[in-house]
Structures are given as C-alpha cells and as structure tokens.
Nanobody, 114 residues
C-alpha cells in the first residue's frame, strides 16, 4: 500500500522559511519523478515543483529562486525548502508522483501571516 506522509508545515511570518518533508512507503521511490503541489482556499491544486528520478528540477514561476525541491532516495524522502515566504504561499502542500498517480494524502498546512 502506497503511503505518502507530509510534514513540516506551520505558521511563519512573511520572509520566513520552512522545510517540508514527504516520507514515502509502498513504492520504489527512486524511480518516480516527484512533485510538490499546493492548494489554497477556493483555488485549484497547482503543481509547484518537480524533480525527476535523476534529480532534474523545475518550478512554477511564482516560486523560482525561493523554493528548492530535493530528494534522498536512500531515505525515501522528498523535501521542499521554502525561503522568503509570502502570504500568497499559504496553502495545504502535498507530495505525489508526477503523472497519472493518485496517492494523495492529507498534506501539511503552510500559513504565512504576520
């Protein structure tokens, strides 16, 4: 059974930082391209950052230069380092393999507010 467990969210002031983690089990994590997604209240879920099995990364324009996606295949864990956070980054953040996979879990809430 595939399980993805996100953690690391919280309340942070604008300009602050958070590091999200996603622990994977039940899949051969290293072969999957993975993504971080987010969904803000009243909005559709959007893809924020991706990383291939080989480590190539891509980002949505709104987070380029502020967020860094990485992975540790030995630990079956995906990360998202978020710096210079803005109120518009407030959302529930999820991890999932990119492509036609539906392993969504509860996500982790990130709130950026003063």
């Amino acid at each position: 059974q595939v399980q993805l467990v996100e953690s690391g969210g919280g309340l942070v002031q604008p300009g602050g930082s958070l590091r999200l983690s996603c622990a994977a089990s039940g899949i051969i994590f290293s072969i999957y391209a993975m993504g971080w997604y987010r969904q803000a209240p009243g909005k559709q879920r959007e893809l924020v950052a991706t990383i291939t099995s080989g480590g190539s990364t891509n980002y949505v324009d709104s987070v380029k230069g502020r967020f860094t996606i990485s992975r540790d295949n030995a630990k079956n864990t995906l990360y998202l380092q978020m710096n210079s956070l803005k109120p518009e980054d407030t959302a529930v953040y999820y991890c999932n393999p990119t492509g036609p996979y539906n392993y969504w879990s509860q996500g982790t809430q990130v709130t950026v507010s003063s």
